[in-house]
T-cell receptor, first 112, second 114 residues
Framework: GDSVTQMEGPVTLSEEAFLTINCTYT??????LFWYVQYPGEGLQLLLKATKADDKGSNKGFEATYRKETTSFHLEKGSVQVSDSAVYFCALSQQGAQKLVFGQGTRLTINP | DAGITQSPRHKVTETGTPVTLRCHQT?????MYWYRQDPGHGLRLIHYSYGVKDTDKGEVSDGYSVSRSKTEDFLLTLESATSSQTSVYFC?????????????FGPGTRLTVT
């Protein structure tokens, strides 16, 4: 079945550092790909998405590119802030499917 | 933000008692979901609904039942709560068959079973 693998956390960075959180997937066909963010004590929020190969999703300075050839959707940000501290989830959805497949989540902590 | 509310937000209950959690949406989305989130397990799907009175099981449905009598409300019931059901429960909504499959999540309910 379909699956999503994220880099294990926790990840700790200093403010203004460059961020990469790796995400790879196993799926048939051409799923849509998502990154969600969960701040402490809150629900998951959709951060960005991409629906076809080579699409780049972006939001709040975060970017991820749908790479079909490497089955990857890595999350990047050029300069992180303390307010980016959260848990990040990579997920996929097949076209017409009713369910999301989530990765395990990566906890990110940014120190001032 | 998507219009999703969950009630209660926090609940402490005793083993063996029934518990009902409510999810309410104002978006008129067809699909609604219940997840639980536990350390080391990420998010796991309990049940979902694809319309009024249409529901199906997820990967961890044992000990849970659901009902959807109106488009806007999706109820999760623990018939006889156990300590293993201590968790944070999230509701989500989606227009899975019209959009690209993204789901929108509620704020969560923290349930403690003592």
């Amino acid at each position: 079945g379909d699956s999503v693998t994220q880099m294990e956390g926790p990840v700790t960075l200093s403010e203004e550092a460059f961020l990469t959180i790796n995400c790879t997937y196993t799926a048939t066909g051409y799923p849509s790909l998502f990154w969600y963010v969960q701040y402490p004590g809150e629900g998951l929020q959709l951060l960005l998405k991409a629906t076809k190969a080579d699409d780049k999703g972006s939001n709040k300075g975060f970017e991820a590119t749908y790479r079909k050839e490497t089955t990857s959707f890595h999350l990047e940000k050029g300069s992180v802030q303390v307010s980016d501290s959260a848990v990040y989830f990579c997920a996929l959805s097949q076209q017409g499917a009713q369910k999301l497949v989530f990765g395990q989540g990566t906890r990110l902590t940014i120190n001032p | 933000d998507a219009g999703i509310t969950q009630s209660p937000r926090h609940k402490v209950t005793e083993t063996g008692t029934p518990v009902t959690l409510r999810c309410h949406q104002t978006e008129n989305h067809r699909y609604m979901y219940w997840y639980r989130q536990d350390p080391g397990h990420g998010l796991r799907l309990i049940h979902y609904s694809y319309g009024v009175k249409d529901t199906d099981k997820g990967e961890v449905s044992d000990g849970y039942s659901v009902s959807r009598s109106k488009t806007e409300d999706f109820l999760l019931t623990l018939e006889s709560a156990t300590s293993s059901q201590t968790s944070v429960y999230f509701c989500a909504i989606s227009e899975a068959d019209r959009g690209s499959g993204e789901q929108y999540f509620g704020p969560g309910t923290r349930l403690t079973v003592t």
